[in-house]
């Protein structure tokens, strides 16, 4: 019999009561370090109080509006995000998948009203965008899009690194590029700073519109606010999700007035999104992060666990290949199989995701302490002993 819950998660067997910071307590009261914060979402730890405080003051004045009417809240965090990022525009949106839907609809109609069209998408092999047509056609993985077909058509895939492909494909009839700076469900692989720039400037020559995914990588999750930052380039469109609501569902796109000017009134919409309940955390979450020292503190933080993780790899040569990504959005490439080594971590009470490529995810809250992330370590280590005795 299908059970209540549509069965399309193989879950764990654990379920949390509640949270504090990095930490979960399980129903039978036994805590675990969280090292996955949701993938990515609890950017700010667990019943964060500022958040809880920024939620709980909006929740009695006011959940719900509709777009039809000024939404104050929401005209804050646009603003916050314009003032810190390449954007000029944003529109909020529920997830990473609806900043999706619009990213490649906002690309199709820049296109369309041009004199010579174009609606050709360009993506990478191993990425992920969600999990809707756009998303899983953007992604282009079997995994992903067997059995949903017809797919939504227009869409190319590129080996990751391959750039002889890359040259080869952008050309005048291509309308946009959608890259994730650093993917994450890919197995945390980092476009390199000069392979962002050479996209950059082919796009530029081909007047293609350039598309990042910060789902994942951005909102501080690499040390700067957005990923593309360390490689000094910019794009047109920007999807960001996940970190930005830490753990309340917000997504947003983020535009330059160029990309984003044929929008007008009636183009897109969304009854929930940029309600002023995620708002009002979400402009939260953006001053937290953008005060001056959470992100050069993060780093700090970020590089002793990078050392001491090279030093865990070194020790466990028969669990773990190499450690790879940059701040805090870590992957442990495995000789194991990842998922043995994440199940390894529950028996520790530590919480890792696993992703594509045999790799372990290390996503802990950006604010996580330096004593938090000694006792990760201990538990990291414990379960690679655990795995190298079994
Ligand atoms: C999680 C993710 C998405 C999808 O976001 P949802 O909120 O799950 O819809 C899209 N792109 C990337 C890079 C992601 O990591």
Redesign the pocket.
Known sequence: MIPSILPTYNRAPIAFTHGEGAWLTAEDGSRYLDFGAG??VNALGHANPELVEALTAQARKLWHVSNLYEIPEQKRLADLLVEHTFADTAFFTN????A?ELAVKMARKYWSESDAPRHRIVAFEGS????SSA?IAAAGSEKMTKGFGPLLPGFTHLRWGDHDALEAALDDSVAAVIV?PVQ??GGIRPMPDACLKGLRELCDRHGILLIF?E??CGMGRTGRLFAHEWADVAPDIM?I??GIGGGFPL?AVLASEKAAAPMSAGSHGSTYGGNPLACAVGARVMEIMTAPDFLPDLRRRAANLRQSLEGLVATHPDIFDHVRGTGLMLGLKCRVPAGDFVKAGYGEHLLTVPAADNVVRLLPPLNISESDIEEALRRLDAAARALEAA
């Not at 992920?128 to 999990?131: D, Q, S, V």
């Open positions: 993938i990515a997830s990473g998948t609806e999706c992920f965008h969600g999990r998303g994730e994450g469900e995914d789902v994942q999807m999700a996940k997504g």
